[in-house]
């Protein structure tokens, strides 16, 4: 036979790698598969609802984590309760009005970082000018400056921001009603935090009153953050119907009952043990005020949560554990303090 040349077969290469993808993909199948959840886990697992739902309620805590914050809480009261013996076992003035001071200020600051848009907090610094001098004037008598003009602090306060306010929008371009809006939430802000919170000074400072004013405020302190206290250990415990859901779900009809006894016991408490200095407090004044007192914090409360609703914050801070930040601290004190301000001058 003749010596003939050996036939080469010739391999398409793109054949070759379309079956090497192939076994690539068949072995990566395999491996990943080793790594995946059985469908019968996957029907047991929960998932996760997106932040923005609203077809089905938030999952209740666990108990785990209702005791944790219940510590953080009663650790927190007991802190502040320490603060407040420690300004009474000095009884010095100042040192409640210091205390006043850092609430109030920290509460502003606050309250301007709940608002996302950068444009709602323009005007914060000319709060915080006018807040720092109607503070100033308003603890004055502590020093000895008197003037019959003072009896008008707020309303030149007021009238002082807008005319600052109004001022500094003229260097800007107008935005529509997102101007008016700015100078509006810059407005509230200075009177929840500054103005309405400023009653707890004028109690103390009350020349009516005397030296027992501090007693007179240890009483609405002590009456503020019971029913914030009842509200809490009531509400958590069996709380079921709800009491406003669409502003707050976590408030129930059953922490509110909780809240009112609480009160009416913290107001009995502090009159049968201090009432010779509190002598505006009788028994039955003491059962008025602690209804009154309570019914106006739960809804100091319920104010604080529309603006968070509003705004879509959870939280305004974490100064306090358990607690939440300066405007958790005094958001029903800030609605208890001028009503029973102006129980005191009706009734004293």
């Given at each position: 036979m003749p010596n003939q040349k050996p036939i080469h077969r010739v391999v398409d290469p793109f054949s070759f790698k379309g079956v090497a993808r192939k076994l690539h993909l068949l072995i990566a199948k395999r491996i990943t598969s080793l790594f995946d959840v059985p469908s019968d886990q996957k029907d047991r697992m929960p998932e996760t609802?997106?932040?923005?739902?609203?077809?089905?309620?938030?999952?209740?805590?666990?108990?785990?984590?209702?005791?944790?914050?219940?510590?953080?809480?009663?650790?927190?009261?007991?802190?502040?309760?320490?603060?407040?013996?420690?300004?009474?076992?000095?009884?010095e003035r100042w040192i409640f009005l210091a205390i006043f001071t850092l609430l109030s200020m920290g509460g502003m600051v606050e309250y301007f970082r709940l608002f996302p848009h950068p444009g709602f907090r323009r005007f914060r610094w000319l709060a915080f000018l006018v807040a720092g001098g109607y503070l100033t004037l308003l603890f004055s008598p502590l020093w000895g400056f008197k003037a019959d003009w003072l009896d008008e602090l707020d309303g030149i306060a007021l009238a002082l921001l807008i005319i600052l306010m109004v001022l500094t929008r003229l260097r800007a371009p107008l935005e529509g009603y997102r101007s008016f809006d700015e100078i509006a939430a810059t407005l509230f802000g200075f009177i929840y935090c500054v103005l309405l919170f400023g009653f707890i000074p004028k109690i103390l400072l009350h020349p009516d009153l005397g030296p027992n004013s501090v007693v007179y405020l240890v009483y609405l302190v002590s009456v503020t953050k019971l029913t914030d206290m009842g509200a809490y250990l009531v509400g958590s415990a069996i709380g079921k119907d709800k009491l406003v859901p669409q502003i707050s779900p976590g408030k129930t009809w059953q922490g509110f009952w909780g809240a009112l006894v609480f009160a009416l016991a913290g107001s009995y408490a502090v009159y049968f043990i201090a009432g010779d200095q509190?002598?505006?407090?009788?028994?039955?004044?003491?059962?008025?005020?602690?209804?009154?007192l309570a019914l106006v914090a739960v809804l100091g409360d319920l104010a604080e949560s529309i603006m968070k609703r509003s705004l879509a914050v959870k939280d305004s801070g974490h100064v306090m554990p358990g607690i939440g930040g300066f405007l958790d601290l005094i958001d029903s004190i800030i609605f208890t303090a001028p009503v029973f301000y102006f129980y005191l001058l009706l009734f004293n």
């Open positions: 609802p997106a932040a923005d739902s609203t077809d089905s309620p938030a999952p209740r805590p666990e108990p785990s984590s209702k005791r944790r914050t219940l510590l953080q809480r009663s650790g927190s009261t007991i802190f502040l309760i320490a603060l407040i013996a420690l300004a009474l076992w000095f009884s509190i002598p505006v407090i009788t028994a039955v004044h003491a059962g008025i005020l602690g209804i009154l």
